[in-house]
């Protein structure tokens, strides 16, 4: 089975719901579409667990990528972390701050390996998975990368033909009303990212499969504040 899910932005508890629901198998294959960190406290400890999982795979996104600006360029204004800041990053930062300097290196190392595209093939379908939108389709910045993560798609956006995008990064309620939010189904494109990053949000999980959707429990959605999970 082929799980696919995007922006937990550091929730653990509405991760471990996701996990418990799917009970992932050796055989099955999770892939995150990017935004594990930031916003809430557990980002760092998420993407670690993810990295190490076998049959799990992360896209780069526009959090890690700005996390990673901040940490590796120097600004005489700091004008790289003050844009990780007004994202959500002060979270992430001061977390990495209690971090030996080892384990800081670790986790730029690991984010300088995320692919930034994947194509796979599933039930007869070709799927692009993205975080914010596919390689060469945005030139807003000099970075295609930069492009990619932080494209925001809507139904006018010309996307590759023959495939069916994926995507997180835009909250689905930018698609569709409704509360609570849920996976958007639109023409040649799927958005997962059912704004778990905040409060009345919720982490979303798409088997592509069987196209069941599954959702972080209501019982959950306000426990992460409590959660004793280190980093």
Request: proline residues 4%.
């Amino acid at each position: 089975m082929i799980y696919v899910l995007s922006d937990i932005h550091g929730h653990y508890s509405r991760y471990k719901s996701i996990l418990r629901q799917i009970d992932l198998q050796r055989d099955d294959h999770l892939y995150v579409l990017g935004d594990c960190v930031d916003r809430n406290p557990f980002g760092l400890k998420i993407l670690k667990e993810l990295y190490l999982m076998p049959n799990a795979t992360v896209l780069l996104d526009n959090h890690e990528y700005m996390m990673l600006d901040a940490l590796t360029k120097a600004s005489s204004e700091n004008e790289y972390i003050r844009r990780w800041y007004r994202n959500g990053g002060d979270i992430t930062h001061a977390r990495l701050l209690h971090c030996s300097k080892a384990y800081r290196q670790e986790m730029l190392d690991i984010i300088r390996t995320l692919p930034v595209n994947l194509e796979i093939h599933c039930g007869g379908t070709d799927y692009l998975l993205v975080h914010g939108g596919p390689l060469g389709y945005r030139h807003r910045y000099d970075d295609p990368v930069r492009d990619s993560v932080w494209m925001r798609l809507d139904e006018t956006t010309a996307l590759p033909e023959g495939k069916t995008v994926i995507f997180g990064h835009t909250p689905t309620i930018h698609y569709q009303s409704g509360s609570p939010m849920r996976i958007y189904h639109g023409s040649g494109r799927i958005g997962v990212d059912c704004g778990c990053a905040y409060p009345e949000g919720r982490l979303a999980c798409l088997r592509l499969d069987d196209m069941k959707e599954f959702y972080s429990e209501p019982e959950e959605n306000d426990a992460n504040k409590s959660e004793k999970a280190a980093v």
